[in-house]
């Protein structure tokens, strides 16, 4: 555009809009913080071309020249400063996820200047690794919160991570235990008089986590004031979505609560322990059962209220879910298949064995 050769193949249109004679494309050319700016508007079209040229002066508008030759790894280090404030393994993982940017960016290296990186290189970068969907969903989210970080300090202004989105994780069927394995659990955990500390203790956390359908946080957290005896309620809360919710206390669940009541002291956790990870391991060692966890027996209780029937919206107000039931029916499908089997055989032409025919006219 700068020689006689090149100005008379571009005509001018008007205001900063050019238009190149040999195939009609549109131009745009203007100064942007004492920088020239000369793109295409890749379009024929002159109505769109200058909505294009709007939208592009936009964009340059809000970007901050004076930090156009910030490196990407001076943006992460920027980046790193904000996050302190997070839980110490979040921040660990971020900074791996740091790390390995600035080691292994595909063009230019950790010196590469933020206003060149293109969609593409983002792309690379992530190609780089073999990772499950939960990893590469991480490093693509930390991945587009450094960039939208960039947009919103005015050095870019469209972050080259936007496009980016999640891998949806499968759902494996987990295994859960049978009713009698929990109970045989119990009992081993119950039997072994030197574990660390109390066997009771022990066996009591567990058979309340699977007879009340709760966590191990929720287990214990819980204290003798949570238990509304006249109400016949727990009042617990769920600290990984930060919500407090109650559930009935079961007629499974009372004969242990009865035992472990201390009215006279309502500050007291019902519970001396924060979990029982090495008494379930060696139960299920000695008992040659697979690797059960805590989570594994709420997974027992959710699957046992499904096959007896109990409506699932009542199972998710149990679990202090908020979706009516969503994540239940998506995680426990497989459950709902084997009840669903077993509810259609009472789907007969005839009556069941279990239903009793009405008489018509009354008693004779």
Same mark, same amino acid.
């Given at each position: 555009?700068?020689?006689? #050769? ?7 249109? %008007? @205001? ?77 993982? !971020? ?6 940017? !600035? /080691? ?22 992530? /190609? ?25 300090? %005015? ?31 119990? @009992? ?12 009771? =203790? ?7 986590? %699977? ?9 214990? &957290?819980? $204290? ?13 809360? $769920? ?6 919710? &109650? ?29 029982? !990870? ?14 059960? /966890?805590?989570?594994?027996? +709420? ?7 499904? =096959? ?10 149990? #679990? ?6 969503? *994540? ?8 709902? +298949? ?7 055989? *009472? ?15 009354? &008693?004779?």
């Amino acid at each position: 555009m700068r020689t006689h #050769q090149n100005t008379s193949a571009f005509q001018k249109m %008007g @205001e900063c809009l050019y238009r190149y004679s040999s195939n009609g494309v549109y131009y745009a050319r203007f100064e942007s913080g004492g920088k020239e700016i000369r793109r295409s508007l890749r379009t024929t079209d002159r109505a769109s071309a200058q909505r294009a040229l709007v939208w592009l002066k936009q964009e340059r508008e809000q970007v901050d020249p004076s930090q156009g030759k910030l490196t990407l790894a001076e943006l992460c280090d920027r980046y790193c400063q904000t996050i302190q404030h997070q839980k110490p393994k979040t921040v660990g993982r !971020k900074s791996l996820i740091i790390r390995r940017i !600035k /080691s292994h960016w595909p063009t230019g290296g950790r010196l590469t200047q933020v206003t060149r990186v293109k969609p593409s290189h983002v792309d690379l970068w992530i /190609s780089r690794y073999r990772f499950g969907p939960h990893s590469r969903n991480l490093h693509m989210e930390c991945m587009k919160q450094i960039f939208e970080m960039a947009v919103r300090d %005015g050095i870019i202004s469209r972050s080259p991570a936007a496009h980016l989105r999640r891998v949806k994780p499968q759902k494996p069927i987990r295994a859960t235990p049978s009713f009698e394995e929990f109970k045989a659990i119990v @009992e081993s955990i119950r039997s072994q008089k030197f574990n660390g500390h109390d066997a009771e =203790e022990s066996a009591d956390f567990v058979e309340f986590l %699977g007879l009340a359908g709760l966590g191990k946080a929720e287990a214990a &957290a819980l $204290r003798q004031s949570d238990i509304d005896w006249q109400r016949e309620k727990i009042t617990t809360f $769920r600290h990984k979505t930060k919500s407090g919710f &109650a559930i009935p206390i079961y007629p499974q669940l009372k004969p242990l609560l009865v035992r472990r009541r201390r009215d006279d002291v309502p500050n007291e956790r019902v519970f001396k322990i924060n979990d029982a !990870k090495k008494a379930i391991a060696n139960a299920c060692r000695r008992l040659n059962l697979p690797q059960y /966890s805590h989570i594994s027996f +709420r997974r027992m209780f959710i699957t046992r209220a499904i =096959e007896r029937g109990v409506d699932v919206k009542v199972i998710a107000e149990w #679990q202090g879910h908020k979706d009516g039931g969503k *994540l239940i029916l998506d995680t426990y499908s497989h459950v709902n +298949r084997a009840h669903s089997d077993r509810m259609a055989q *009472l789907m007969t032409d005839g009556l069941p064995e279990n239903v009793v025919p009405m008489v018509k006219g009354g &008693a004779a």
